[in-house]
């Protein structure tokens, strides 16, 4: 039995098949993995073919803060028009209660959290792929856990496309929030000049010699200009040195020397990021969800 329960998740995994239909295929295939798959994408139940590579550019992130836990997530479909279905924000809804209920370290753990009916997150978004005709996945999940007096703070933009976790060295409500919002607006990649990583600063040196080079500055004066452009790009993307969103007189830094506090560390989620979108109309979201 526990055999037959293993092959029917490896072929649901491999498929995005309903239970059902999984089970059945390897009844009727006699239990051959390979020949229930081909079974399946002939009888058109099979969607991982078509969905398993698919882009999941859309969806929502979420964050969480729990005692001494703190996550950030994102759970993704490939079309707007799913992400803003029923069925998706409730899926998304137990995702989030499940994980503030287990405190998951790792994506892999998050998965397999049980939800309900003895079915797990992947099994959920399993379901939900074999219901909606596309790619329904949790794709990330990144946590944090404090130390008194380190305090916690959250912030989810209203179209939950962006969603920031930040981690003060102790509770500072005046700026925590503030700050929080500053980093979904601005992006940063680091906290100071400090935390530049080694890698950052190699690729931003050879765009900006080649950009250089390209604009005919003399040869003698390249290093001298890259290095400067390098300090001023590095003023943009570490926290610090950004002028504060709320008061632009002032650099965040100033503002946590005023109010006797320190980054400790900070996330910011962005729905899709990292992955090339590919623009498509409502209208022919729409059509692609008939054509399923």
């Known amino acids: 039995m ?23 295929a390897l009844k009727t295939c006699n239990n051959d993995l390979d020949k229930a798959v081909q079974w399946l994408r002939e009888k058109g139940i099979s969607k991982a073919v078509k969905k398993a590579t698919a882009d999941v ?5 979420k964050t969480i803060i729990n005692s001494n836990y703190c996550a950030l997530l994102e759970i993704n479909s490939q079309t707007d028009f799913v992400a803003m279905s029923t ?12 994980t503030k209920r287990h405190s998951p370290t790792n994506l892999q753990n998050l998965c397999q959290l049980k939800i309900d009916n003895n079915l797990t997150i992947n099994d959920k978004c399993i379901d939900l792929t074999a219901k909606t005709g ?14 008194a007096p380190n305090f ?27 700050l929080a919002m500053h980093i979904a607006a601005l992006n940063p990649k680091f906290i100071s000049t400090k935390n530049v990583s080694e890698e950052w600063v190699k690729n931003e040196t050879e765009i900006i010699k080649k950009q250089t080079i390209a604009e005919g500055k003399p040869l003698d004066r390249v290093d001298m200009i890259v290095k400067g452009r390098i300090n001023k790009s590095m003023a943009e993307v ?13 650099k965040i830094k100033q503002i946590l020397k005023e109010n006797d506090v320190e980054i400790i560390d900070f996330l910011r989620y962005e729905v899709g990021e990292g992955i090339e979108k590919k623009n498509k109309s409502f209208s022919e979201e729409v059509a692609s969800q008939m054509n399923n």
């Open 2 to 24: 526990e055999k037959n329960i293993d092959l029917i998740k490896k072929l649901r995994q491999m498929t995005q098949a309903p239970v059902s239909d999984a089970m059945n």
């Open 57 to 61: 550019t859309e969806g929502v992130v």
């Open 87 to 98: 069925d998706f924000k409730k899926l998304v809804e137990d995702i989030v209660e499940t």
């Open 134 to 147: 596309e790619k329904i996945c949790v794709r990330r999940l990144n946590t944090f856990s404090m130390v």
């Open 152 to 178: 916690a703070y959250a912030y989810e933009h209203f179209n939950e496309k962006i969603a920031v976790i930040l981690i003060l060295s102790k509770k500072s409500d005046s700026i925590g929030k503030s």
């Open 238 to 250: 570490c926290l610090e040195e950004q002028l504060f969103l709320k008061d632009p007189t002032k």
